[in-house]
């Protein structure tokens, strides 16, 4: 079990450029969730794969964002146009789905900074 | 919005037992209650989860009335390590997916001191 793993740790960009974030999932996890987070509040759900079916999307996650999951793998969220309001840690998660006792597996996040 | 509320931040000290309650006053049926943990610059860490009475594992215990309104994380003798940012969450089971949608809040923030 290597852990859920994110590239980059960090990424600065300036407003207004494309930015694309990486998660690997544990392998045998089907379950993948984007959350967000800034400083001083909880992670804040952006939306979550099973498989390579995007089951759901928060509110939050703009036209601006997409997130993908080809073959229900690793998993890449993009941020198109950034905003300085982008700035946050953007945290994956993924759990393999066991009836009701779902944990989820955090990795470091990438910690995104717009100029 | 958030359906669990716990305090803001607590200090303790190297050594005593700590115990953190989180209250959920709407929880529903399928609820699970979890726990987790976070430290800075790093995504939050599973600590432990229950449905009702006490749930005891290598690092924390976790105690549930019967009518599951609230719940307190115990932690004994916390050490300085222990400083971390602990999240209470509840569990809302969603359709046949069985879909989580986890609603983190602004956790309790534990200071361990020596």
């Known amino acids: 079990d290597t852990g859920v793993s994110q590239n980059p740790r960090h990424k600065i960009t300036k407003r207004g450029q494309n930015v694309t974030f990486r998660c690997d999932p544990i392998?045998?996890?089907?379950?993948l969730y984007w959350y967000r987070q800034t400083l001083g509040q909880g992670p804040e759900f952006l939306t979550y794969?099973?498989?390579?079916?995007?089951?759901?999307k928060s509110r939050l996650l703009s036209d601006r964002f997409s997130a993908e999951r080809p073959k229900g793998s690793f998993s890449t969220l993009e941020i198109q146009r950034t905003e300085q309001g982008d700035s946050a840690m953007y945290l994956c998660?993924?759990?393999?789905?066991?009836?009701?006792?779902?944990?989820?597996?955090f990795g470091s996040g990438t910690q995104l900074s717009v100029l | 919005l958030a359906k669990t509320t716990q305090p803001i931040s607590m200090d303790s000290y190297e050594g005593q037992e700590v115990n953190i309650t989180c209250s959920h006053n709407?929880?529903?049926?399928?609820?699970?209650i979890t726990w987790y943990q976070q430290f800075p610059s790093q995504g939050p860490r599973f600590i432990i989860q229950?449905?009702?009475t006490k749930v005891t594992n290598e690092v924390a215990s976790l105690f549930i009335p019967a009518d599951r309104k609230s719940s307190t994380l115990s932690l004994p003798r916390v050490s300085l390590s222990d400083t971390a940012v602990y999240y209470c969450?509840?569990?809302?089971?969603?359709?046949?997916?069985?879909?989580?949608?986890?609603?983190f809040g602004t956790g309790t923030r534990l200071l361990v001191s020596p």
């Open positions: 998660a993924s759990s393999l789905s066991v009836a009701t006792n779902e944990k989820l597996f």
């Open positions: 794969f099973q498989n390579e079916a995007q089951l759901e």
């Open positions: 229950g449905y009702k």
């Open positions: 969450l509840v569990g809302d089971i969603r359709g046949n997916t069985g879909f989580q949608k986890l609603v």
């Open positions: 392998s045998e996890h089907n379950r």
């Open positions: 709407n929880i529903a049926t399928n609820d699970y």
